[in-house]
């Protein structure tokens, strides 16, 4: 089931003349009784009923803006969203429940799966949306977006998960992705510019035994076909899930930096086209960077500019990108 898919049917729910209190079997195909409706109080719920016989748990969590109760009435779980500003990442745990639960015909292992899922996604729903991040912020965010992107495109299926995984930049770790062979460091430039700023002595440095890459995004900024966070967001999303991959880590990394699913909203302000990334070779011995174990121990906390338009002969790939059809 898409997304588009299970907002037709929450919009079809909700306009059902029965009114609020009445649930619905989310898919004919899945063999638990997986059902959504609205709660009497006219909250968003889905809910798992299992046969009288069947012995599962007695759990409650009660959170802020979720709700996990067992419900003795037709022995079974209900989780009721709290918060319609939630809406959207209450759709994601969804489908993500659903891709799990929907073959499985043990009740007992389709109690457990329920929390189990509720668990890994109860994380999301615990605090109310962080501050908006800068447009400075957001501007570097987007190209390692746009790198992770490139990435899952340019490799099979079964990588996917491990390409989500590589992604460490929402972690504020020393690289932006960390690959079995190498590095990579993404950096942002606009518009031609020529110079891209470093922010430590160990951005640029060298891991041990494995190569290190910097990756430069060429934006147009404020361009009529300029690209928003959500946009690029929900493009990799579907691509996660078209390949089967687990979309936990992604909105977990979405989480870390402040986003989630429901106030990508809030950047449509903010508009760039990205036009090319090119890739420079930082192990390369004449490559120019001010790196730890390269210059004397009393000098820390660097930062500085590193020109681009003399760094040509360390290119070692160039992609040009087009994201006008999204």
Known sequence: MSIE???NKW????SYSSGFGQYFKIDYECIPDLCLGFSPNEKRCLILELPPR???PSVTEDMKFLTLSYQASFNGYMLELNENSFNDLFNELIISLLGKISKIDDNIKAGETFIDVFRKW???FANSPAPKISSKELKGFIAELIMLDHFIENQPDEEVDNIVDSWKGPYDETHDF???????EVKSTEDEGNSISISSEYQLMKPDEKGLELAVVLFKSNSAKGLTLEKLVLKIR???RRRKGDIIPFVERLFRKG???DNLVLYEEYRYEPLEI???????QEFPRLAFGQIPPEISSLKYKLNLFSLDKFVIQKTALNYGNI
């Open 5 to 7: 898919e299970l907002i």
């Open 11 to 14: 919009e079809r729910i909700q």
């Open 54 to 56: 069947a012995y599962i």
């Open 122 to 124: 109860k994380i999301f």
């Open 178 to 184: 960390t690959f079995p062979s190498h590095n990579t």
């Open 238 to 240: 579907e691509n996660i």
């Open 259 to 261: 986003l989630h699913l």
């Open 278 to 284: 090119k890739f420079y070779d930082c192990c390369d």
